[in-house]
């Protein structure tokens, strides 16, 4: 146990070290944005809200929107925030499991983590249709992200 704790610091600093060296620490970086499915065809269901509502997975649930917001370590813009929780996870600093942000399709993507400020990484731009572009901040797997997507977005 004590060997393992000792691997991990040692690893830890290293990619501390990693960060620093490659001068990322002192100017920011921009990731590469991720994307998982790329564009669809189709546009956004009428009430995004309801649709996701009914798709969640059993004990899921929506608690809290949020109008102009945008996702984090990206360009500011006018969207809605979805935050999703997990009705039996016990939440200590962050209040949610996952946020879905809606962005209008002219929406500029680019991410840029500023050193001291990152403390996980991006949205992932997770879709883009005709009338917008669909981030999703989740340690879920793409199945749920399959799910949310088939139910938001009407095909033409």
């Known amino acids: 146990m004590k060997t393992r704790l000792t691997v991990r610091l040692i ?3 290293l990619l501390i070290e990693v960060v620093w060296s490659t001068g990322c620490g002192e100017k920011g970086f921009r990731p590469k944005p991720e994307t998982d499915m790329g564009e669809r065809k189709g546009k956004l269901v009428e009430n995004p809200l309801v ?3 009914n798709a969640l997975p059993r004990g899921w649930s929506i608690s809290k929107v949020d109008r102009d917001a945008y996702p984090w370590h990206r360009l500011e ?5 979805i935050y999703l929780v997990e009705e039996e996870t016990k939440y200590i600093k962050q209040q ?3 946020v879905l942000f809606i962005m209008p399709a002219g929406y500029k993507d680019d991410i840029t983590i500023r050193p001291g400020v990152a403390q996980t990484g991006p949205p992932n731009l997770i879709a883009t249709v005709n009338d ?3 981030y999703l901040w989740s340690g879920q797997d793409k199945k749920f992200r399959k799910v949310i997507l088939e139910a938001i977005i009407r095909k033409e």
């Open 11 to 13: 690893i830890g600093l």
């Open 51 to 53: 649709a996701i509502h």
């Open 77 to 81: 813009g006018k969207g809605t925030a």
């Open 96 to 98: 949610f499991s996952a």
């Open 132 to 134: 917008a572009k669909i």
